[in-house]
């Protein structure tokens, strides 16, 4: 009997699943500035035009899809975000500087980042854009914050992203995105349920009462899935 050939399954991290409309959405950030991370974005030169080139290097360019993988990158970058202006030359410097000390095409969502990556790019991109010494502490915390967030399996590879409801350092992991659950798409820790199902619910009129007896989760993670969905919306 012939040898039977079968394909290998794409890892569901790697799969590019998001619409850059859909990535903005789910980690709070505007459509405008994902872009700019993934596929450039053009500033004005005495000579015309020039393109930076992009600091995140997206699973599908062409049809413009990030994977798992590169939403738990972007959301990374969105920390330094929160403390700093984004310089796209200069971030993209000190990743490549990260990359190739870690020797990963993804470094920022590398196990190692946690280590000795983190200080290392803090380090490199502080130097670049001057910031004190304090400065650098504060986005290294602000960093941390936002790895904490990341769920790895027993290879360090990133299995879950838990996502900011409120936009606080410190609150709740009840929101998930789980690239093997639902899509791919936020669902209530947990469970398989999608946020956007339970904020329907909850717009159509159930109660939260009604919601957590037929759910079997705890009042407070179904108020913060339905509050993700509203808060976004807004």
Known sequence: MGQVLTSARPDPREVPTYTLAEAAYYL???VATLR?????????????????????????????????????????????RREHEIRLPNVRRAIKYLRSKLRSRHPLADQHF?????????????RLINITRDGQLAMRNVLQSFLKRVKRD?????????????????????????PTV??????????????????????????YEQLVEDYGRP??????????????AA
């Open 36 to 80: 700019s991370w993934v596929l450039g974005r053009q500033y004005p030169v005495a000579a015309g035009k020039r393109l930076f080139a992009p600091i995140i290097e997206i699973a599908d360019k062409k049809n413009r899809r990030l994977s798992f993988i590169n939403l738990v990158e972007a959301h990374v970058l969105s920390a330094i």
């Open 114 to 126: 946690e280590t000795d990556g983190l200080d290392l790019f803090v380090q490199e991109y502080g």
């Open 154 to 178: 027993a290879q360090g590879s990133p299995v879950k992203l838990y996502l900011f409801v409120r936009g606080a350092v410190e609150e709740p992991f009840a929101v998930v995105v789980d």
């Open 219 to 232: 009042k407070e993670e179904i108020e913060e899935a339905i509050r993700y969905e509203l808060l976004k």
């Open 28 to 30: 709070g950030i505007p």
């Open 182 to 207: 639902s899509f791919g798409r936020p669902v209530l820790e947990g469970t398989g349920i999608p946020t956007e199902i339970l904020a329907q619910r909850y717009k159509a009129g159930d109660s």
